[in-house]
């Protein structure tokens, strides 16, 4: 995943004084990555990203180099589970980056769009109201219920792939599910904030990251049996 590296998986924010995350703790949780876009004329900057609920939401600032030591993610070995990505987080991008991967995910029943204020282009990979959440196990799944303690993993289909949380013909039910990361489309990624208020148009660089860390659902195939 060319240009793209973990950095540090904690962050110790009272060491970047001008990253601009208002709310968050002093220090970030497990499964922070700062990335670091090689090829571009901002050598000089780290992307932080952080991995919490919600929306990820990049955020450019200046760090010492010093800072700035290389990890490299334990990434899973045998049958992928969604577990095991959930734990990995946006780590799992750095183990598979635009490789094809399979894993089994249950895809609950829910419709609604939650208010968030992103969008941008392309709008597959930017609308909220396209993405999907998958658990490793099956649960009744209710609009605003808590997903299950084992984790889960977020994604957005391709193109001309047809699989929603609200389609009863898919939903609740098993699924063998074929994804990448670093799509193609992440090149051209562009996003729009309005948080409410004015329409703040991120960094071109900060967009593409967001991206490239997207995982891309390219085909699914139901599992009947599990």
Do not use: K
């Amino acid at each position: 995943m060319t240009g793209v590296e973990l950095v540090r998986t904690t962050v110790d924010l009272e060491l970047l004084p001008t990253l601009d995350l208002p709310g968050l703790p002093a220090t970030m949780p497990a499964g922070t990555l700062l990335v670091r876009f090689d090829e571009s004329a901002r050598d000089d900057m780290t992307l932080v990203v952080p991995v919490l609920e919600g929306p990820i939401m990049p955020a450019w600032t200046a760090i010492d180099p010093a800072l700035m030591v290389p990890e490299a993610p334990v990434c899973p070995v045998g049958e992928l589970t969604v577990p095991a990505l959930y734990e990995l987080g946006q780590s799992a991008a750095l183990c598979f980056g635009s490789l094809p991967f399979t894993f089994g995910g249950f895809l609950p029943g829910a419709c609604g769009v939650a208010d968030v204020p992103v969008s941008g282009e392309p709008d597959w990979l930017n609308d909220f109201a396209s993405g999907v959440t998958l658990y490793g196990q099956r649960v009744r799944q209710a609009l605003g219920s808590q997903p299950p303690a084992s984790g889960w993993v977020s994604a957005r289909p391709a193109p001309g792939v047809s699989f929603a949380m609200c389609d009863e013909a898919v939903a609740n039910q098993f699924h063998l599910v074929t994804a990448h990361f670093d799509d193609p489309a992440s090149a051209a990624c562009r996003t729009e904030m309005s948080g409410g208020g004015p329409v703040t148009v991120e960094e071109a660089a900060a967009s593409i990251a967001r991206c490239r860390l997207t995982m891309v659902i390219t085909a699914t195939e139901p599992l009947p049996n599990r």
